[in-house]
């Protein structure tokens, strides 16, 4: 059984060469991890304990405690190390920013009281009947909202862009994931997709007919067939390189991986190793 991801998916349509490093060759690399990455990764952590309060304990946290969680999980993962790629800006500018976006989120949505049925629930979804393929992901927020009659799945976004309207219509991820839940729950029923953009405190909504689901599947399933098919992996070189993990082995910047000795394993049996290399 094959398994799949969004991100596994756009690797490949991003770069091949990249895609073999790292999903075939599977090179681990150093990524020095970035202020932005860890802000986001704080304020996820930070929404989905506010959720999981009201869902297991039925209780609301007050913007005090919420402040103070978020103050505890940025001290305890903290490190100078992190790049800040952006000279104008420090840690603390990042520290307040975080502040801020869990400040009017509070402010916008408490009590909380929407039909939150899980926080990053996991979709396990095979791609046909030979159940060959799956697709993998987490939902940041699954609801079912009782009030409009529909299901909904909830993304938060920490980044400071906000794409086009056209970007969030041709968006994948999300669309899997309501492929994913009409699988479950039916066909017949809606689903909304919503991302949660706090850098402008806004929200972005979007949906997808049935009809554009099943044209979603059958482009995954001739994208998955181009990859399981590809033998060279070519690079492609773009502005994306320039936050490429991989760009010190990489070919295209005049770099190569090290080189793998093919008889490491047995280097203390040298008279072997004389006749294996002959």
């Known amino acids: 059984?094959?398994?799949?991801?969004?991100?596994?998916?756009?690797?490949f349509e991003q770069c091949k060469l990249k895609y073999k490093f790292k999903y075939i060759d599977k090179i681990e690399v150093e990524v020095e991890e970035t202020i932005e990455s860890f802000l986001g990764g704080v304020v996820h952590s930070v929404l989905e304990w506010l959720y999981k309060l009201k869902i297991e304990e039925g209780k609301t946290a007050t913007i005090d405690e919420l402040i103070v969680y978020f103050s505890d999980l940025w001290r305890e993962g903290f490190s100078p190390n992190f790049l800040i790629v952006k000279?104008?800006?420090?840690?603390?500018?990042y520290f307040e920013m975080g502040i801020r976006f869990l400040l009017d989120y509070y402010i916008k949505h408490q009590p909380f009281d929407d039909g939150t049925l899980e926080t990053e629930k996991?979709?396990?979804?095979?791609?046909?009947?030979?159940?060959?393929?799956?697709?993998?992901?987490f939902i940041d927020?699954?609801?079912?909202?009782?009030?409009?009659?529909?299901?909904?799945?909830?993304?938060?976004?920490t980044g400071n862009s906000l794409p086009s309207r056209e970007r969030f219509e041709q968006d994948r991820q999300l669309a899997l994931y309501s492929y994913a839940i009409k699988r479950t729950y039916g066909f017949d029923k809606e689903v909304k997709l919503i991302w949660h953009y706090l850098?402008?405190?806004?929200?972005i909504h979007s949906s997808r007919t049935n009809k554009q689901l099943e044209e979603l599947i059958q482009r995954i399933k001739k994208l998955i067939k181009?990859?399981?098919?590809?033998?060279?992996?070519?690079?492609?070189?773009?502005?994306?390189?320039?936050?490429?993990?991989?760009?010190?082995?990489?070919?295209?910047?005049?770099?190569?991986?090290?080189?793998?000795?093919?008889?490491?394993?047995i280097d203390k049996y040298p008279t072997l190793l004389k006749y294996m290399k002959e």
């Open 1 to 11: 059984m094959a398994m799949y991801s969004h991100s596994k998916l756009s690797t």
């Open 87 to 93: 000279s104008h800006l420090t840690d603390k500018s």
């Open 122 to 137: 996991k979709i396990i979804m095979p791609l046909d009947e030979t159940e060959e393929h799956h697709i993998i992901g």
């Open 141 to 157: 927020r699954f609801v079912h909202n009782k009030k409009l009659n529909r299901f909904e799945i909830h993304d938060y976004k």
């Open 199 to 203: 850098a402008y405190n806004q929200e």
């Open 226 to 265: 181009e990859i399981e098919n590809e033998r060279y992996f070519p690079f492609s070189k773009s502005a994306l390189c320039d936050w490429c993990e991989y760009k010190s082995i990489c070919p295209a910047w005049g770099n190569s991986p090290k080189k793998i000795e093919k008889y490491d394993k």
